[in-house]
């Protein structure tokens, strides 16, 4: 009689788990980023290949200067004035998403003005936001505290960050070989961490 109690408790454990794991797989995923040197980008892929859903990355109608210099004193007058820059980057239907994951890199120790634009263009109220960052080693500085305060009716999770580039030193893509390998264990222990691999 005891073994078949135990049984049936693990066959409704089981299905418990089953029924977990078919209803988080059932959420539709939108990954949008924003990445001047790929490394935001290969992170946003990472993040694809273990999650599954769509890659929406962020451009401007309006692309920053390619020198690094300009675009730096672009972006300090954005933040100083509050200027949002257009997106010629469009979501459609962006209400069907349960789950946005937002990725940007760190510009001046604050969220990229772009990211920004996309925030205030759309509606997430009632989403799960699961923000992601690269940087040059300085941290993410205010930049999920501004995702924060901009979703105030969203659910936001432990957010990822991770040393990418270093453009002003010259130092751009890193995202490959042994940092790869070792930034693709962390993203794989931090999405298990926020429950969204089993």
């Given at each position: 009689?005891?073994?078949?109690i135990?049984?049936?408790?693990l ?6 788990a ?19 040197t ?21 451009e401007?109608?309006n ?6 210099r ?15 820059p ?17 990725g ?23 989403k ?11 941290g ?5 505290e ?10 936001v ?6 040393t990418g580039?270093?453009?002003r030193?010259?130092?751009l893509?890193?995202?490959k ?11 794989n ?9 089993k």
């Open positions: 009689m005891k073994k078949r135990f049984l049936f408790l066959f409704g454990l089981c299905c418990m089953c029924s977990s794991a078919q209803s988080q797989s059932s959420k539709k995923i939108l990954i949008v980023y924003l990445s001047r790929n490394n935001t980008k290969a992170v946003a892929q990472m993040i694809q290949s273990y999650v599954g859903g769509r890659l929406a990355a962020l401007l109608q692309p920053y200067p390619a020198n690094y300009q675009q730096v004193d672009q972006v300090v007058h954005e933040n100083e004035t509050g200027f949002l257009p997106l010629k980057t469009k979501i459609d239907s962006i209400e069907k998403y349960d789950i946005i994951f937002i940007f890199p760190t510009w001046a120790m604050q969220m990229p003005p772009p990211m920004k634009s996309f925030l205030h263009q759309y509606n997430l109220a009632g799960t936001i699961i923000p992601f960052n690269t940087n040059a080693g300085y993410v500085g205010s930049g999920f501004t995702l924060k305060q901009l979703c105030p009716n969203s659910t999770q432990e957010g990822f960050s991770t580039g270093k453009e030193d010259g130092i893509f890193v995202m070989g042994e940092k790869e390998i070792q930034v693709r264990e962390e993203v222990q931090w999405l298990r961490r926020i429950k969204m691999l």
